[in-house]
């Protein structure tokens, strides 16, 4: 390789590489602020500010959906490993948002504990298959991928 | 002298006289491998258990996504190329590479709201892909726009290959967004390593529709090229003779057109 050319493309690497470096700090400083929202085991934890509005996201504890009979009031449980939190959320909820499945709330937790919701959106997971594979595999009862870890005992 | 053979493959000439012999069998090749890919994603595959129809989306969706990624290497790999090199042909690959990409990127995220707001319940979420694919979309516009406004085609080439290099650092961010932060998109269905979570009547069509979309992007791309070989060396003699334009106020442009 001509010496010349093989200058520019140490010059064209150290390009890359440099602002890899630059761009990679700054993504790993605000790490925090990337995600998208807090998990359960942060509010069990008192390490979300209150009354300021933020997202929170978990999957939706089996049994703990509780509806009003004559309002669309909702009130859940999101949960993790460690956590959990009590969502109340007037409206229409997405199709998707099912016990057992993952959800994303945006709303305010304020000081009786309870997130207060004013939007609920369903995350859905990357598994795709047939209903009748869904149905032989766990009767349709399946919980995703990332509710699967979850332990639900209490 | 081992370089050689590496310098004619940066020859527009050579470039423009292969894939004009390639398009005749590759155009088809890709119709038809998208058409069978799409039907068969779109008509046939199974319905998704939760998701219902809505999932269908995936087959236009992940792979637009997929090439927005790769061609987005392509376009930085040819801006490289020409810089070292000082090369014509892969600085109008990477002219060619930038439109296609912005393409490739807005269809991705149409695409993706139009999936999100039946599975998700919103169009649009500030989440760390929607995010990092937006700024891909700046930075494909970015180079569109720069290879434009500078007067010079060789002070604009530079630039843009530059800012290219530069952007690449983004691919894998978009690539590992979903397993680096909490966020709403899904992660990979299809993995490199262990099993993929998609049922294999689904996979299929899908994995079909990825290699329908590399030929088609590779098709874009020479067209792309080729266009853009024929507006910069629109003053050679090759160039002239191929469009039959009186280069030399001869009288051939005029057999053409009788």
């Given amino acids: 390789m001509h010496p010349v050319r093989k200058q520019r493309l140490i010059v064209v690497l150290a390009i890359v590489l440099l602002s890899s470096v630059a761009v990679g700090l700054l993504v790993f400083a605000l790490r925090e602020n990337i995600n998208l929202f807090y998990p359960p085991a942060k509010f069990s934890a008192d390490e979300v500010p209150r009354n300021v509005r933020l997202r929170a996201g978990g999957c939706v504890e089996p049994g703990s959906v509780v509806r ?5 009031k909702i009130r859940f449980v999101l949960v993790d490993n460690t956590g959990q939190l009590t969502v109340q959320y007037e409206g229409i909820l997405p199709d ?3 016990e057992g499945e993952a959800a994303v709330v945006n709303g305010m937790w304020q000081d009786d504990d309870v997130f207060y919701a004013d939007q609920v959106l369903a995350k859905h997971d990357e598994t795709y298959m047939p209903p009748e594979v869904a149905e032989a595999m766990g009767n349709g009862e399946e919980h995703q ?3 699967e870890v979850v332990d639900y005992g209490s | 002298m081992a370089w050689q053979w590496f310098h004619r493959l940066g020859s527009p000439r050579w470039f423009y006289e292969k894939t004009s012999r390639w398009l005749v069998w590759f155009a088809p090749l890709t119709i038809a491998l998208l058409l069978i890919g799409l039907i068969w994603g779109l008509a046939f595959a199974p319905i998704d258990a939760k998701q219902g129809n809505s999932y269908r989306i995936i087959f236009i969706h992940m792979p637009a ?8 290497y392509i376009m930085a790999i040819a801006g490289g190329v020409g810089l070292i090199w000082r090369m014509k042909l892969p600085f109008m690959v990477m002219q ?3 439109p296609i990409g912005a393409a490739l990127t807005i269809l991705t995220l149409a695409t993706g709201s139009l999936w999100g707001y039946p599975t998700w319940g919103t169009f649009w979420e500030w989440d760390a892909r929607n995010i990092f694919m937006l700024v891909l979309l700046f930075l494909y516009l970015g180079i569109v726009v720069l290879g434009k406004v500078y007067p010079v085609r060789d002070a604009a080439d530079k630039a843009c290959a530059i800012l290219a290099l530069v952007g690449t650092v983004n691919v894998p961010i978009i690539y590992k ?3 680096w932060w909490y966020s709403l998109h899904q992660p990979a269905s299809i993995k490199f ?7 294999p009547s689904m996979l299929y069509p899908l994995l079909l529709c990825i290699v329908a979309y590399y030929c088609f992007y590779t098709l874009s791309l020479i067209l792309y090229t080729r266009r853009e070989v024929l507006v910069r060396e629109a003053r050679t003699q090759w160039v002239g003779e191929l469009v039959g334009a009186p280069n030399n106020g001869d009288k051939s442009g005029g057999e053409r057109h009788a």
């Fill in chain 2, 193 to 199: 390593t262990g099993a993929s979570s998609i049922h």
């Fill in chain 2, 177 to 179: 967004s979903v397993d």
């Fill in chain 1, 96 to 98: 998707l948002f099912a």
């Fill in chain 1, 145 to 147: 991928a990332t509710c």
């Fill in chain 2, 65 to 72: 996504a997929v090439l927005s990624l790769v061609g987005y």
């Fill in chain 2, 96 to 98: 060619a590479a930038a």
């Fill in chain 1, 68 to 72: 009003d009979d004559e309002s669309l």
